[in-house]
């Protein structure tokens, strides 16, 4: 009967390890999963920052495009007709062209 103390203590021992062993689980688990809810709503902030930014960059840049379709247009506008064509009209036909002499000449 003498052993009936000792296999007490082991069997409290035993139990105090298990309830340290099942709160320290308990206790890594909720930090884990606030740990990952954290780090998600960090993504999720940052991906939310990205697309205004990407949204005023194109604002930014249909407005650029705009202004330079306008500005294009006024420059056609401002250019005579005689200098945007650059080069002659091809001969009729029976005709050679001699444009560095100023006129066409009759094929014989």
């Avoid at 809810?37 to 697309?51: H, K, P, R, Y």
């Avoid at 194109?58 to 005579?80: F, H, N, P, W």
Wanted: with cysteine.
């Amino acid at each position: 009967m003498s052993d009936l103390p000792a296999a007490r203590l082991d069997y409290k021992s035993v139990k105090n390890t298990s309830i340290t062993t099942g709160i320290g689980a308990v206790l890594a688990i909720v930090f884990g999963v606030a740990a990952f809810n954290a780090t998600v709503l960090s993504n999720m902030l940052a991906s939310f920052e990205s697309g205004k930014n990407t949204s005023t960059a194109q604002a930014e840049v249909k407005r650029q495009s705009e202004e330079t379709a306008a500005l294009l247009k006024q420059i056609q506008g401002q250019i005579k007709p005689s200098q945007s064509q650059k080069y002659p009209q091809p001969a009729p036909a029976g005709f050679y062209c001699l444009s560095h002499l100023g006129g066409y000449w009759r094929r014989s």
